[in-house]
């Protein structure tokens, strides 16, 4: 079946700092790639996604790019902000029409904190 | 502000019985799902509904039962509830049946004491 796996947490960093977390998943077909985000006490927030091979995501300063050869979607940022601490998660949905489109298969997810 | 809304938001009950958890879509989307969060299970797909008609079905236990109303707000019915039910709940919708992208409710919290 389909599934994600994340880079273990949890991750910190300083301010301004780099940041990649790496997701690769494996799937039939051609899945939608995301990555969503959940701050404290909230629900999950997309951040952004692909469609399709070598589509680039991006929102926020947070960029990813679907990578079908590595079968990855890692996550990066340029300079990160305390405000972007926050629980990070790779997800996958199959291709329309597929015997289980429609769900969101999750990574384990990433905890980052940024420190000051 | 997703547009999803949940209720409640907290919920505590005990073992044995039962409770309802409501959503209610973004203006507009005809799918819902329901996705169970729990610290060694993680964010797991229970149930898709679109247009008041199940869809799909995912690591659902027989005890757990859903529906959509003509008026496309969903339930999450759990029933004899065990600890191991306790989780964050959250439900999600999009316009389409499959997901190009799905936005999320805040949740709702159930612990079973």
């Known amino acids: 079946g389909d599934s994600v796996t994340q880079m273990e947490g949890p991750v910190t960093l300083s301010e301004e700092a780099f940041l990649t977390i790496n997701c690769t998943y494996t799937a039939t077909g051609y899945p939608s790639l995301f990555w969503y985000v959940q701050y404290p006490g909230e629900g999950l927030q997309l951040l952004l996604k692909a469609t399709k091979a070598d589509d680039k995501g991006s929102n926020k300063g947070f960029e990813a790019t679907y990578r079908k050869e590595t079968t990855s979607f890692h996550l990066e940022k340029g300079s990160v902000q305390v405000s972007d601490s926050a629980v990070y998660f790779c997800?996958?949905?199959?291709?329309?029409?597929?015997?289980?489109?429609?769900?969101?298969?999750f990574g384990q997810g990433t905890i980052l904190t940024v420190h000051p | 502000d997703s547009g999803v809304t949940q209720t409640p938001k907290h919920l505590i009950t005990a073992t044995g019985q039962r409770v309802t958890l409501r959503c209610s879509p973004r203006s507009g989307d005809l799918s819902v799902y329901w996705y169970q969060q729990s610290l060694d299970q993680g964010l797991q797909f229970l149930i898709q509904?679109?247009?008041?008609?199940?869809?799909a079905k995912g690591n659902i236990l027989e005890r757990f039962s859903a529906q959509q109303f003509p008026d496309l707000h969903s339930e999450l019915n759990l029933s004899s509830l065990e600890l191991g039910d306790s989780a964050l709940y959250f439900c999600a919708s999009s316009t389409r049946p499959w997901n190009t992208e799905a936005f999320f409710g805040q949740g709702t919290r159930l612990t079973v004491v």
């Open positions: 997800a996958l949905s199959a291709s329309a029409g597929g015997t289980s489109y429609g769900k969101l298969t």
């Open positions: 509904y679109y247009n008041g008609e199940e869809r």
